[in-house]
């Protein structure tokens, strides 16, 4: 049976079986009496019929050769079992959207990368030193271009949005919430500002204002990759665009656009902010509470005042990492507000949280499938919390909800400055940051974010209410549904 198999194979491929020093069945050879050790004429027709069924199935009622042959090939190699390599029909591969259409960027793609550099506004140059297990993420140097000294962008660039996108290059806004509340003023001033010309190739309001919008989007990608907060909110924008009316006038189509950025700075930004702190406040603070607190959070920050401000007695305790070392500004905010802290280092986590009663996390996002996608460190913080049974809260408003998956902290990350690792530790420790690079196994890594499992997540505060991660996907389809 195996040699049948074979010759089909080879058939299918249309290799010459007399090059292969075998003839192929001739006509009728089924018919004809088997040679001394050969099959039988009735096993014969038998194996006759059921390479043709085979060749049927595999390729798939009618489809060509060429599509045939790459499935039997993918067969043989699973055992003989077309299905077990999942090889789809002719017709299913026709009504899939290529791989592009469908997963994010892989900048270790030549491709991809060729089209992300054609697409770029803001040059930048690549990273001398990757780190090989991501290159798929982009890297790149520290370049003067990234830093406000030699921006060269175009004229027709708002002069608003090359100051944001200095200050995003630079850390001068820093934080989800910061740098979408920023977004969302400069994108109303752009809209406000824009005005249709004769350089414009046509007079179409809503397709001059997408195609601005698209040039100024992509620059303060190129600047520093946007938020999740950032990117629902251009969605939106983009979506308000394209509702509306042809028939409107230059004034009303501007007049419906800044409502609208006004209507999403409102309903999905600063009332779930306000709501969210004020929730969190009154029901996840007690007095008598240790809370734990990672670096800095506007919103975790905001928890915190307001829950002074309502009477409570409590205390914090603020754990710090490099290279920025944001929690010293936390303490500075907690010691003008007079709220009792201690200060430690990440290294320390699992002595620190010892006699702590909660933990409160912000977010950068959270995914659907639960999970905190946050600042490096807070996976240590929250299995250390786990393993001593301190329970794990984060507070997160909607408009930080992703409907993507993620399950680690690398298939998606942003990589921040190697030479800001290493600058926190100065020269004396024999790695600066202007003689490591000549080190040629030496790879700095530095990454922005962490992912913590939904297991490790007791709460999440929205301002739809108290949650447990499971129901996030709950969240995640009615936020997107509705919007």
Not at 152 to 160: I, L, N, Y
Not at 334 to 359: C, P, Q, R
Request: aromatic fraction near 6%.
């Amino acid at each position: 049976m195996a040699s049948y198999e074979e010759d089909l194979l080879l058939l299918e491929r249309g290799l010459d079986k007399k090059a292969l020093g075998t003839a192929p069945p001739q006509d009728g050879a089924d018919r004809q009496e088997p040679s001394e050790g050969g099959p039988s004429s009735s096993s014969a027709r038998k194996t006759g019929g059921e390479r043709g069924r085979k060749k049927v199935a595999a390729t798939g009622s009618g489809s060509g050769s060429a599509s045939g042959s790459t499935t039997e090939a993918s067969a043989a190699a699973a055992g003989g079992n077309p299905s077990a390599v999942g090889a789809p029909l002719q017709g299913d591969r026709k009504a899939r959207k290529p791989a592009s259409a469908r997963t994010r960027v892989q900048y270790d793609d030549p491709s991809a990368v060729a089209k992300v550099k054609k697409a770029q506004i803001l040059k930048r140059e690549e990273s001398s030193r990757v780190v090989p297990f991501l290159s798929h993420l982009p890297q790149y140097e520290k370049s003067l271009a990234a830093h406000g000294l030699r921006f060269k962008v175009e004229d027709s660039m708002h002069p608003a949005l090359v100051k944001l996108g200095q200050q995003y290059a630079e850390g001068i806004i820093d934080g989800s919430s910061a740098r979408l509340s920023a977004l969302i003023a400069v994108f109303r001033e752009i809209v406000e500002h824009f005005e249709i010309t004769d350089l414009n190739e046509t007079r179409d309001f809503r397709r001059e204002l997408d195609k601005t919008l698209k040039k100024s989007i992509q620059f303060v990608i190129d600047c520093r990759p946007m938020s999740i907060s950032m990117g629902n909110f251009v969605r939106e924008l983009k979506k308000d665009i394209s509702d509306l009316s042809p028939i409107m006038t230059i004034d009303e189509c501007k007049s419906t656009v800044l409502k609208s950025i006004d209507r999403f700075r409102l309903e999905s930004f600063e009332l779930p902010f306000k709501t969210v702190v004020e929730t969190a406040a009154e029901r996840a603070i007690e007095n008598g509470d240790t809370v734990v607190v990672y670096c800095k959070s506007l919103i975790v920050e905001s928890v915190l005042l307001r829950a002074k401000q309502l009477g409570k007695a409590f205390r914090v305790m603020v754990i710090d990492s490099s290279p920025r070392f944001e929690g010293k500004q936390m303490c500075l905010s907690l010691l003008n507000a007079g709220i009792s802290f201690d200060y430690g280092l990440i290294n320390a986590a699992y002595y620190l949280v010892e006699d702590a009663t909660k933990v409160l996390l912000g977010a950068h996002s959270m995914m659907s499938n639960g999970s905190l996608f946050s600042r490096i460190g807070t996976s240590l913080v929250a299995a250390a919390c786990r393993q001593l049974r301190i329970p794990v809260i984060v507070v997160c408003p909607t408009v930080k909800f992703s409907e993507r998956v993620q399950l680690d902290a690398l298939c998606f990350n942003e990589l921040g400055d190697p030479d800001e690792l290493l600058s926190a530790y100065g020269s004396e420790r024999g790695l600066s940051a202007t003689n490591w690079r000549e080190a040629s196994n030496l790879h700095v890594l530095n990454l922005s974010y962490d992912l913590v499992p939904g297991d490790y997540i007791d709460a999440v505060v929205t301002e739809v209410g108290v949650i447990p991660a499971s129901s996030v996907p709950v969240v995640v389809h009615d936020y997107f549904r509705a919007s």
